[in-house]
């Protein structure tokens, strides 16, 4: 990590969300009596920052740790080292002055209610990320009673009205179901309410469409879309489909093995992917159109886990363009190949 | 993708009230009653299905007659002279123990005493029992197991060994000591059954359950929602472990009486009249020992400790179905 | 494309099922016909609960018990094995034609070897006479999925999921069979893996002159290893044709909402159109046709009246207001043949 402290993408302290060496390890096998000898890489060193209304979509395979960096930038995780400064409205800053840039380590007491109040997370999962015991008018209203904002009264007011934001409607007929009741592709639009409901800044949304099916899928993305233009919110959208991530973001930011590989905006990436990850994982990538021909990806082996990974390029053992010299030095750095084209890549 | 489960078609039996939304106080309030009484209805109806849970309530219903009934007859029809269950003496019998009669339907005990009134009156105190037990239970044991689940670490360390301590002690024999060394009256003895089973055996189970609970992606929803530890415990984790802890209610209810009749049994217990007590007095008079000729002396109170213990464990099996939601999935 | 005129392995005719159920009969297919050549690659498609497994069931005669048969002839072969019994059907099954179970990665015995659980199901059906053989088989199998013979004594868990799914299938293609049914067959994949799998597949089936049926919710995989489409609604097969020509214009408004709501990283970037409306309930099924409640396209005969069969060439649709040939979704222009 420290040989090749990489590049912060320029005007960190711009952003509202800046990552930078973002850092994060799981012990292997650790038990009462053992401590735990090796180490999950989840995430392993990962620098980008996000700006007000920004989108942006982290894609890679299962188990490159795409929910894990969601986690850290809501603080549901601790990070093992590398920071994460936000800069959001009510949150004081270091210095006390409003609205500077503030890290998350430093977010605590008072600080963290107004965190808690700007930066939201969408669960990958409709049946399991709400409580079944609970009614939607309860999920929903949570996050507003746990902090405390409006009388009763006013909140029924509040729910009702993102309930018809986000299509459920009328809401009468909603707020006193219990999730159960609910089809997915519904649950899903509640979970999307209840991130709303509080007027946040920044959403990081996990995987919410890859439960749904084809029908309600494209309902949700539609929808997301709309409210974040209309509210001018910022997303981080993880999806291990890429086809959902032109459409959701900006940009996108390919992730493999705890690290990013290659990060451009939407159209650049789709057409001018850099680094041999991200061109096999677009050329895998079924297309609806039966006179397209696709040539098959070159990659060789399969995934594996970032258990203790050596000191070389996370993608040496599958890449077809590797070279001596990729096998003798350190992960490459991220670097700016193009204007906003950042890549992870000896060879390019 | 994962296929939604099968939602119950619309307009069916379990289809929500419609529920207008006011802008009063009031109206919230009719509207979550409603909604509580729906929850309610349909739960009732799934217990009400299981033949078992019928069953279980039928039986505890007619207990609870017979220990309404007591007071009525004392006040009616029997004189305390003859009737009382602890002090009467059957003056109209010539042999104690008699023989079951028209005045006494279950006959007399060895002391001249009615056994159809002990029967009777036990029946409250065993009920009080029971339920204070239960209560005391799983007030500490849903605590217990959601607290250590939560927080893990030392606390929980702490609370799981004191539990398999308890589960290593055996019960009854711990209860018999406890009641030699004490004057045990209902009350306490109902205390000590709690507390015995609230930080014992139970609370594991709540905590494993919770533990279940705490790893739910709604818990990180609600964290993420700004919610503290508080909140999530009381909010999220308790009430997501009342179902279970209800079902060890029922079940500790079932582990109260049985202790009892066996501390009764050996003469232990500090209470005036009780079922135990019943069968004790049956057997330091050696009636036990003449086969069935005194069955008088002994079926009424042992057919009510089997009946009674069994109604509750069976209650609880039948709750099972409604609180679990993997057993109620089957009937859509 | 391979000549579909000739003789069909796999002809369905008039299938409907239903499934009892406490909340009344689940119509999960109804009337649906197609058949199948050899070699040919059938894709069905749909949303989550529109009968795509069920059809399979019936093809492979392996029904829940609380299902019935309402009506309809699978012939295999010219054979008819709807009326068969249990132990005729045996013979039928696994040998002519196979399945791979949806979710079937986690189907594996956990505590046999894989090898051994294909072993087993070569030696059910006495293919090989020996156990030497059989093993023999399943090495020559294994390579055939690309997976090394030298696997067959690990046991499932030390298989990644791409790696039990290529397993499975190389236990459907145990016994040889004529037409193979592959239910959701990549879906839990990443795509680099399907990719391959798919792929695979696809080489298996040429090779050895197979009929496939390939059963998805994801119609980009479907447009590119089939040769013909069969677009499945509340149990009913609505649309059904070439997939070259369904994809570049389709005649029923359900199969253009589908195809319009599919993202895609190929072509420009256009408006995904928004399916809305849930899926019906197959209890109670609109009256009419089922998809009008959904349809932009609806009218008061839609809602009264089942449609009628349009055709255009080799393509049909049950619609009575198909769409113009000119397509409604520009088709991805880039690549072609
Ligand atoms: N709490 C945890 N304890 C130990 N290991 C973890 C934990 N959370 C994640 N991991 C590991 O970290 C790696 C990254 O996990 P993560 O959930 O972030 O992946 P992901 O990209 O979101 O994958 P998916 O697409 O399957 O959701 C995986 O190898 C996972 O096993
Ligand atoms: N054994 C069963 N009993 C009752 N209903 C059933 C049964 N199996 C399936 N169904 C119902 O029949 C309908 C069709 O189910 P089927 O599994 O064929 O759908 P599918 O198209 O394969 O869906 P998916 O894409 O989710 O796998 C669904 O509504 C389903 O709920
Ligand atoms: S640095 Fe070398 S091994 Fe890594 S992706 Fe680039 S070419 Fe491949
Ligand atoms: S028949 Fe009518 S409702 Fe059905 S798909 Fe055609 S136009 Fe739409
Ligand atoms: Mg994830
Ligand atoms: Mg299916």
């Not at chain 1, 993408?9 to 850092?23: C, F, I, K, R």
């Not at chain 1, 991530?245 to 905006?265: N, P, Q, T, W």
């Not at chain 2, 739910?216 to 997501?240: Q, S």
């Not at chain 3, 008039?14 to 050549?37: C, H, I, M, P, W």
Request: overall charge negative; charged content about 20%; aromatic content about 8%.
């Amino acid at each position: 990590m420290e040989a090749n402290q990489p590049h912060t993408p320029p005007a960190a302290a711009e952003g509202l969300v800046s990552v930078s060496g973002l850092t994060r390890q799981f012990p292997v096998g650790r038990s009462l009596f053992r401590r735990a000898t090796s180490f999950i890489h989840a995430v392993d060193d990962v620098s980008f920052q996000l700006n007000a209304g920004d989108s942006l979509g982290l894609v890679g395979e299962s188990g490159c740790g795409k929910t894990t960096v969601g986690k850290l930038l809501v603080k549901l995780l601790e990070p093992t080292s590398g920071r994460i400064t936000y800069r959001l409205p009510g949150l004081d800053g270091a210095a006390g002055q409003e609205n500077a840039p503030l890290e998350a380590s430093a977010i605590i007491g008072r600080q963290l209610r107004t965190f808690r109040r700007q930066v939201q997370m969408i669960f990958q999962d409709p049946y399991e990320s709400m409580n079944p015991r609970r009614t939607i008018y309860d999920t929903i209203a949570e996050p507003l009673a746990v902090q405390g904002m409006g009388t009763v009264l006013d909140r029924v007011d509040m729910v009702s009205e993102i309930l018809m934001l986000v299509g459920l409607t009328p809401p009468a007929t909603f707020l006193f179901r219990h999730p159960h009741e609910l089809s997915g592709g519904q649950r899903q639009r509640v979970a999307i309410a209840r991130a709303l409901v509080v007027e946040p800044a920044f959403v990081v949304a996990d995987e919410p469409t890859s439960m749904l099916d084809v029908s309600s899928r494209t309902g949700i993305m539609n929808l997301m879309q709309q409210l974040a233009h209309g509210l001018g919110i910022a997303y981080l959208y993880v999806t291990h489909d890429l086809a959902v991530a032109r459409y959701m973001c900006h940009r996108i930011a390919v992730m493999y093995l705890g690290k990013i590989v290659e990060l451009a905006e939407t159209e650049e990436l789709l057409r001018n992917p850099l680094h041999p990850y991200t061109r096999a994982l677009l050329s895998a990538v079924p297309v609806p159109n039966p006179e397209y021909r696709r040539e098959p990806p070159s990659i060789v082996g399969d995934l594996t886990a970032p258990i203790d990974p050596p000191e070389r390029c996370r993608f040496f053992d599958r890449c077809p363009l590797a070279t001596h010299y990729c096998r003798d030095n350190p992960h490459p750095a991220f670097e700016e190949k193009a204007p906003g084209h950042w890549v992870a890549c000896y060879e390019v | 993708m994962i296929t939604p489960p099968n939602f119950p078609p619309p307009g069916s039996a379990s289809d929500p009230p419609v529920v207008e939304v006011g802008h009063s106080r009031l109206r919230l309030l009719i509207a979550r009653t409603r909604l509580a009484l729906h929850s309610f209805r349909a739960g009732w109806s799934i217990f009400m299905e299981s033949r078992i849970g019928v069953l279980s309530l039928v039986i505890i219903g007619v207990f609870a007659i017979m220990a309404v009934a007591h007071p009525i007859l004392m006040l009616t029809i029997w004189d305390a002279e003859t009737y009382d269950p602890v002090t009467g003496y059957a003056f109209d019998q010539v042999d104690q123990p008699s023989a079951p009669s028209w005045r006494h339907p279950l006959g007399t005990d060895p002391l001249g005493r009615d056994v159809l009134s002990q029967l009777l009156w036990s029946t409250r105190s065993e009920f009080v029992l029971g339920i204070t037990a239960a209560l005391v239970t799983v007030a500490i044991a849903t605590t217990v197991g959601a607290v250590s689940a939560y927080y893990g670490g030392l606390v929980d360390v702490f609370f799981m060994r004191l539990a398999d301590l308890i589960i290593a002690l055996p019960g009854i024999s711990l209860l018999i000591v406890l009641s030699a060394l004490f004057k045990l009256n209902l009350f306490y003895l109902a205390l000590v059954i709690g507390i015995l089973g609230g930080f014992g055996g139970t609370a594991i189970i709540l905590k494993s359950q919770a533990l279940s609970i705490k790893v739910k992606p709604y818990i990180e929803a609600a964290r993420v929602a700004g919610g503290g530890h508080f909140h999530i415990i009381f909010v999220h984790i308790i009430p997501n472990l009342l179902p279970l802890s209800l079902l060890y209610m029922m079940f500790t209810v079932t582990s109260a009486i049985f202790a009892e009749a066996v501390l009764s049994f050996l003469g232990l217990l500090d209470l005036r009249m009780s079922w135990g007590i019943m069968i004790h007095t049956a057997n330091t008079g050696g009636y036990l020992m003449g086969g069935t000729r005194y069955w008088w002396l002994v079926v009424p109170a042992g057919a009510s400790i089997t009946l009674l213990c069994s109604a509750f464990y069976l209650g609880g099996r039948a709750l099972d179905e409604v609180v679990n939601p993997r057993l109620r999935r089957r009937h859509d | 494309m391979t000549a579909s005129a000739a003789v069909p392995v796999l002809r369905v005719v008039d299938l409907s099922l239903r499934y009892l159920t406490r909340g009344g009969e689940v119509k999960a297919v109804q009337d649906v016909n197609f058949e199948l050549a050899q070699g040919e690659a059938l894709g069905l498609v749909g949303e989550s609960g529109c009968g795509k497994t069920s059809v399979a069931n019936c093809l492979m005669r392996l029904l829940p018990d609380n299902a019935q048969l309402v009506a309809g002839q699978v012939f295999l072969d010219g054979q008819d094995i709807l009326p068969l019994s249990e132990d005729q059907i045996r013979e039928y099954r696994w040998q002519r034609i196979a399945m791979v179970f949806q979710a079937a990665m986690n189907a594996l015995d956990p505590v046999y070897k894989v090898g051994q659980q294909v072993v087993e199901a070569i030696e059910a059906h006495g293919v090989e006479p020996t156990l030497s053989l059989a093993r023999e088989r399943v090495a020559g199998l294994f390579r055939m999925v690309g997976l090394d013979p030298a696997l067959m004594d690990r046991y499932p868990h030390e298989f990644s999921g791409g790696m039990r799914q290529r397993a499975v299938i190389a236990m459907a293609l145990a016994c040889d069979p004529r037409v193979i049914i592959a239910d959701e067959p990549t879906t839990a994949l990443d795509v680099i893996v399907q990719d391959r799998i798919l792929r695979e597949l696809k080489g298996i089936q040429q090779r050895l002159h197979m009929a496939i049926i390939y059963i998805s919710h994801d119609i980009a995989v479907v447009a590119e290893v089939t040769d013909r489409i069969g677009v499945m609604y509340a149990g009913r097969l609505v649309e059904y044709g070439p997939t070259a020509a369904v994809f570049r214009a389709p005649l029923h408004p359900y199969t253009a909402a589908l195809m319009g709501s599919f993202p895609s990283i190929a072509g420009e970037k256009r408006v995904l159109a928004n399916l809305s409306g849930e899926p019906p309930n197959l209890i109670d099924p609109p009256s009419g046709c089922p998809f009008h409640p959904r349809c932009l396209h609806a009218t008061d005969v839609c809602r009264q009246e089942i449609p009628p069969r349009v055709e255009r060439g080799d393509q049909w649709a049950d619609c009575w207001h198909p769409l113009e040939a000119a397509p409604a979704l520009e088709p991805a222009d880039n690549g072609g043949t």
